[in-house]
């Protein structure tokens, strides 16, 4: 999309506009991707380091626990907190764009101004589905499988991608608010991990002491956990609960970051 182009359009705001600004953007983030290997990395091979280490360094000694097939158990977890990880890179990329400036070439583009936001939040959504897929094949090479139909294994990438989604939203409200990409970067670890291994991500919840086991069992990220791990299982299962969590999440957030950009621009 250059300048000129942008420039040429009227300053009414359709849908069919809007659409083209957003493809535009999502496609803009999605080539800056491509060419930053440390992104790459960090989004696709972490993962997959994640699942190999707690297969076969952890899956010994908590297979019993959870009834067998510790892939079955694992990979789900993982996927998961691989969504809710992908917040750091849309927090750390919006807060970069603010601290250069980058974001002050938008100003004159006569684009719709939710395209910024929106657009990134839609390459974010397509970068949780193929995060999603990477851990399953590689979940599958170590012996995750899936128990379910076709129904179920699409609602359990469905679910993810959503859920992936609304955690990049909350990131990029992150971003406008804390506005210093190392900072910000900082502050969702220390955020990420807690809620991340505070959960049935990885092992029961039944070991922990009293208090904490009630925080794992009730908070937002186990709910996703334990859906995904139904639907991957083939099991009877409902996803109101996540799904509730997730846009109860993806459309406040979204919101508020849309409001976000426009004051600053």
Known sequence: MTTATAMA?????????????????????????????????????????????????????????????YANYLV???????????????????????????????????????AVVLGR?????????????????????VGFRFGGGFVDSLAFFAVATLFGTSACAVGAVMAFVVRKAQSVQALMLLILFPVTFVSSAFAPVDGMPRLLRAVATHQPFTVVVDSLRAFSAGRDASAVGALAWTIGVLLPATWIAVRAYHHET
């Open 76 to 114: 789900p977890g993982v996927v998961a907190q691989s969504m809710a990880f992908g917040a750091m890179a849309t927090a750390f990329g919006l807060a970069a764009d603010l601290e250069t400036g980058r974001l002050d070439q938008f100003r004159v583009l006569r684009i719709f101004g939710g």
């Open 121 to 141: 939040l839609v390459a974010d959504a397509i970068r949780a589905a193929v995060t999603t897929l990477v851990v399953v094949v590689v979940g599958v090479a």
């Open 9 to 69: 359009k009227p300053d009414r705001v359709t849908l069919r506009s809007a659409s083209q600004d957003i493809g535009a953007l999502a496609a803009r983030e999605m080539v800056m991707w491509a060419g930053q290997p440390t992104f790459v990395v960090l989004t696709l091979v972490q993962p997959v380091v994640f699942v190999v280490l707690f297969r076969y360094v952890f899956g010994g000694s908590i297979a019993a626990a959870v009834g067998g097939n």
